[in-house]
Nanobody
Framework: QVQLVESGGGLVQAGGSLRLSCAASGLTFSSYSMGWFRQAPGKEREFVVAITSGGVRTPYLDSVKGRFTISRDNAKNTVYLQMDNLKPEDTAVYYC????????????????WGQGTQVTVSS
């Protein structure tokens, strides 16, 4: 079956960096667009960024522009989210998701989801 497994979350001080990874199995990874979403306590899940199978990136969530970078390695079936200059407002559970088609910013458009990884940024 399809599995998406996120890793790399943790506790970091403001201004620090983390690199999230999402390893996919059970699907033809190179055919899927991959997205990163996040959900803070009491808030709805929000779109951060996505990347097509061919490496085309969506615009980033405004609040993370210039600080986060999405990339993928189709040989490793893995998508990454490099997060620099982290802020307390970036605190959330981060999810990766896979879509069999072009990228989308909508939760409902994704076919598979990971279990999420917690990112906590202290001030």
């Amino acid at each position: 079956q399809v599995q998406l497994v996120e890793s790399g979350g943790g506790l970091v001080q403001a201004g620090g960096s983390l690199r999230l990874s999402c390893a996919a199995s059970g699907l033809t990874f190179s055919s899927y667009s991959m997205g990163w979403f996040r959900q803070a306590p009491g808030k709805e899940r929000e779109f951060v960024v996505a990347i097509t199978s061919g490496g085309v990136r969506t615009p980033y969530l405004d609040s993370v522009k210039g600080r986060f970078t999405i990339s993928r390695d189709n040989a490793k079936n893995t998508v990454y989210l490099q997060m620099d200059n982290l802020k307390p407002e970036d605190t959330a559970v981060y999810y990766c998701a896979a879509r069999n088609g072009y990228y989308s910013a909508y939760v409902k458009d994704y076919d598979y989801w990971g279990q999420g990884t917690q990112v906590t940024v202290s001030s």
